[in-house]
């Protein structure tokens, strides 16, 4: 299975393979009743580690991006990407990247791809759900967002993993942090950390 999940690796992203493994772990072992959901898609190299576990457990991911970059993929922005930049409307757009990665890892029935920005889609969607991935913009605001939006989801039992956890502010920005901090104070227990990712399970 390792050598199968390493094809994946080849996918443009943030992501560690290791890490990548950790969230394959985490879905096969607890996306078996509902399905996930991932903030921030960007080009798809998450979702097939968890869209392959979810194809496995005949599960689905739901994967919410607006496409148009974080902060910091903006034109002349440090991770600004040409291969990814629309230049006929002058803006970012990692949908087609992400469509063609889907397609490509043959997981079309098992991700869904949302264009919406996290909180418009957590009002659409109301079922209780297995698994929540946040690795959306790392801004306070935002990372705040997505997690008071899609805390109460996860059914008890369930994993919230959220990725760039850094220790110091001289590693990385301190958002995704800080709501890891508040869930370990809310009912979350943390299961597995590997590099900058974390996997808690909802207790109470
Ligand atoms: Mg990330």
Not at 93 to 106: F, Q, R, S, V
């Amino acid at each position: 299975m390792s050598n199968f999940l390493k094809e994946f690796d080849a996918i443009k992203g943030f992501l560690a393979h290791e890490e990548g493994i950790l969230l394959y772990e985490m879905a096969k072992q607890y996306c078996t009743k509902s399905f996930a959901v991932e903030i921030g898609s960007y080009c798809g190299k998450s979702a097939c580690y968890i869209g392959q576990a979810c194809k496995e457990n005949g599960t689905y991911l739901v994967t919410i991006d607006h496409h148009r970059g974080s902060e910091e993929q903006q034109f002349g922005a440090e991770y600004f990407d040409p291969e990814e930049y629309d230049y006929k409307n002058n803006r970012v757009d990692t949908l087609p990247t992400l469509t063609k990665n889907i397609a490509k890892y043959k997981l079309n029935s098992h991700i869904k791809a949302i264009v919406d920005n996290s909180k418009s889609a957590s009002k659409k969607i109301n079922s209780e759900i297995d698994f929540l991935f946040i690795d959306g913009s790392h801004t306070f605001e935002s990372a705040r967002n997505d997690y008071e939006s899609w805390k109460n989801k996860i059914r008890t039992g369930g994993i919230l993993s959220i990725h760039d956890i850094y220790d110091s502010e001289l590693e990385g920005g301190q958002a995704p942090k800080e709501i890891y901090e508040k869930a370990m104070t809310e009912g979350f227990k943390l299961v597995k950390r590997v590099n900058s990712l974390v996997a808690l399970k909802k207790i109470t």
